[in-house]
């Protein structure tokens, strides 16, 4: 309508390119939401990196059957995009490589309790059905890596003292609770094969809300393990964003800023976000005491009465 009304007609879309910009959205639409998902820093995005590959790789295959498939006039301009696709496809391989490494990335997908080996058991699975790119080779390795460095059950005594006395009715069962304890441990049952014996939770949830119940009761040694994965950032978006605030910190005017300054200014706007608060932007003319009068809030004890000058040398040596 606006190439109609100024009358450049010679811009106008034809049919044919509108066709064109709508299989581009296709193309590009899959890529844009699995992006997205990645970025994300306030939840674990680890778990689902393998999930991700693999509808990528998925959607490849899907252009790559289009362009086979394409014909005519549109089979043209599609073909064209072929080199793209093929270039598309050598990036994403050789990054899904690095996903060999040990070891967040199968263990974070083993830990969810949404996949667990779910994906693995797939026919379209990458890594086989054998092997150490199996389900059954990244459960192993996780299997190993539990019990090497988190499963420490505490130590049974086989001979047990009261610390005060009991009554009477404490003692009957005495003797018999000392051989339940000094009975051998069976090291084949362990939190990791209870977990990956146990039904998948099939309803929607946050996997961290999961496993702060049951590090309480049902897996608390797994559940070590799931804190240490799943902290891990599947991306370096949030390094990235932490770089870019603090360009907004140190500006041209701001030459001489003190590292330090700049590392508390970010974490003091941080915390601002996290409680919900917002910086109060004030005219450059208000005076100290205008801001005092209009601020209810205490400040904190330790801002009181020139705290900066008891900091003589700010600069922290590394």
């Known amino acids: 309508m606006y190439i109609q009304?100024?009358?450049f007609f010679q811009l106008e879309i034809s049919e044919s390119e509108w066709k064109r910009v709508e299989f581009l959205l296709e193309v590009l639409e899959p890529f844009k939401k699995c992006n997205d998902r990645m970025e994300a820093t306030k939840r674990p995005g680890i778990e689902k990196v393998f999930w991700i590959y693999e509808t990528l790789f998925n959607e490849l295959d899907r252009l790559a059957e289009l362009i086979d498939r394409s014909d005519g006039e549109e089979g043209d301009w599609i073909e064209e995009l072929h080199p793209a696709f093929l270039a598309m496809r050598a990036?994403?391989?050789k990054y899904y490589t690095g996903t060999s490494k040990p070891s967040v990335y199968g263990d974070g997908m083993i830990l969810d309790p949404r996949l667990k080996l779910y994906l693995t058991t797939q026919p379209e699975w990458s890594g086989g059905q054998d092997g150490p790119y199996s389900g059954a080779g990244y459960s192993a390795a996780c299997r190993n890596r539990y019990l090497q460095q988190y499963e420490n059950p505490e130590p049974h005594s086989q001979f047990t003292t009261a610390s005060r006395k009991r009554p009477h009715s404490a003692m009957e069962d005495d003797d018999f609770e000392q051989m339940v304890n000094s009975l051998p441990l069976d090291m084949n049952?362990?939190?990791?094969?209870a977990y990956i014996k146990a039904p998948r939770i099939l309803q929607k949830g946050n996997v961290l809300d999961i496993w702060r119940i049951w590090a309480k009761t049902t897996y608390p040694h797994l559940a070590t393990m799931v804190r240490d994965i799943l902290a891990v950032p599947a991306t370096g978006a949030g390094v990235e964003r932490q770089f870019s605030k603090s360009g907004k910190v140190e500006t041209k005017l701001r030459a001489r800023?003190?590292?330090v300054t700049t590392c508390e200014s970010m974490m003091y706007k941080d915390m601002l976000v996290r409680k919900n608060r917002?910086?109060?932007?004030?005219p450059a003319d208000t005076s100290v005491e205008d801001i005092e009068m209009e601020s209810n809030e205490e400040p904190p004890s330790e801002w009181r009465y020139d705290w900066f000058k008891g900091?003589?040398?700010?600069?922290?040596?590394?």
């Open 189 to 193: 049952i362990n939190e990791y094969d």
């Open 311 to 318: 900091r003589k040398n700010k600069r922290i040596v590394m």
């Open 257 to 259: 800023i003190d590292p």
């Open 91 to 93: 990036k994403l391989t």
């Open 5 to 7: 009304q100024q009358h």
């Open 278 to 282: 917002a910086l109060i932007m004030t």
